[in-house]
């Protein structure tokens, strides 16, 4: 599968989790079923993730401060770009912050551009 169509497929099927109360009783099908959304949509990250990683690119939580500490924030993503910089110095470009399908969505069309410029040109014979 291309890496167009895993980011793409980030895009459509990764859904926001629903807050659940710990206080709250569940019962144990429910528990289950939870677990296994929670597994698939740490799948789908790690899948995306990989993809990314194998352009160079990186997608990660936002970092914001909490008091004295950090936290990440549950829905906020930022899409980072190729290392640059002299040795030693190295940094990413911030390509787009938004939800996670939303970074899928720009990382989709960036890696398509990536693509289409792999792709030689026959007309001028290289």
Not at 106 to 117: F, G, H, S
Request: net charge positive.
């Amino acid at each position: 599968m291309s890496a167009v169509r895993m980011v793409a497929y980030g895009v459509l099927e990764l859904k926001h989790k629903d807050a659940t109360p710990l206080w709250m009783d569940i019962s144990d099908s429910a528990l289950a079923a939870e677990r296994e959304e929670d597994r698939k949509r740490d799948e789908l990250r790690k899948l995306v993730g990989d993809e990314l990683k194998r352009y160079g690119l990186l997608l990660q939580r936002e970092v914001v401060p909490n008091g004295g500490k950090f936290r990440t924030k549950a829905n906020a993503h930022i899409l980072y770009g190729q290392r640059t910089g002299p040795k030693g110095f190295k940094v990413r470009e911030v390509l787009h912050k938004g939800d996670f399908q939303d970074c899928c969505r720009i990382a989709a069309e960036l890696l398509d551009a990536i693509d289409r410029a792999q792709i030689p040109d026959t007309a001028t014979g290289f």
